[in-house]
């Protein structure tokens, strides 16, 4: 079974801090997401990376970073948290060979921002 | 920007019946997918039916997708009180060397004992 792990289920910052989100899967697959989840507005998607190294914003990149050194793993930085950053935030994988693209999701980061 | 949006985004049953749930999008697709989510948790993947398919189902799950309409619906049979969760639809876009999906804002669904 594919796993994605989250490295934090609850997580509360102060405003300005730096903040490291880390995802982990194990299937070694091509793609990795990153979402932020509000109510009324759904998924959005922040960045997106297609391969180590690579990355490309999706539609809310604003105040966002993320690195992908190693395949497994792809972090989302912000670079000075403030309140609006308040969310869930949702990591997601999927295999380029797969041409179906079902994306494997982990379980979610509950990030308040004080 | 949003390529499904989902209706009703509110739905409130009684075991046994059936809920339905629907999905429109903007743009031409190669796939449509189905996602659960248990309140406070990541999503789970349901069911994709292909542009060129126009039902499929899976146990208790029956899908069609009407291309000239660019429309999706989503029935649930039988629901049960474990159904109760939201469902989002999502569309696929080719971007570069890897697809990205496009999520609707999903249909919130209580289906009481």
């Known amino acids: 079974d594919v796993k994605v792990t989250q490295s934090s289920r609850y997580l509360v910052k102060r405003t300005g801090e730096k903040v490291f989100l880390e995802c982990v899967q194990d299937m070694d697959h091509e793609n990795m997401f990153w979402y932020r989840q509000d109510p009324g507005l759904g998924l959005r998607l922040i960045y997106f990376?297609?391969?180590?190294?690579?990355?490309e914003k999706g539609d809310i990149p604003e105040g966002y970073s993320v690195s992908r050194e190693k395949k497994e793993r792809f972090s989302l930085i912000l670079e000075s948290a403030s309140t609006n950053q308040t969310s869930m935030y949702l990591c997601?994988?999927?295999?380029?060979?797969?041409?179906?693209?079902?994306?494997?999701f982990g379980p979610g980061t509950r990030l308040t921002v004080t | 920007s949003q390529q499904g949006e989902e209706d009703p985004q509110a739905l409130s049953i009684q075991e046994g019946e059936n809920a339905t749930m629907n999905c429109s999008y903007k743009t031409s697709i190669n796939n449509l997918q189905w996602y659960r989510q248990n309140s406070g948790r990541g999503l789970v993947h349901l069911i994709l039916i292909r542009s060129n398919e126009r039902e499929k189902h899976s146990g208790r799950l029956r899908v069609t997708l009407d291309t000239s309409k660019k429309s999706s619906s989503l029935l649930i049979t039988a629901s049960r009180a474990a159904d109760t969760a939201s469902y989002f639809c999502a569309t696929d876009v080719v971007y570069n060397q890897g697809g990205k999906l496009i999520f609707g804002q999903g249909t919130e669904l209580s289906v009481k004992p």
């Open positions: 997601a994988s999927s295999s380029l060979a797969d041409y179906e693209d079902e994306q494997y």
């Open positions: 990376s297609y391969d180590v190294k690579m990355k």
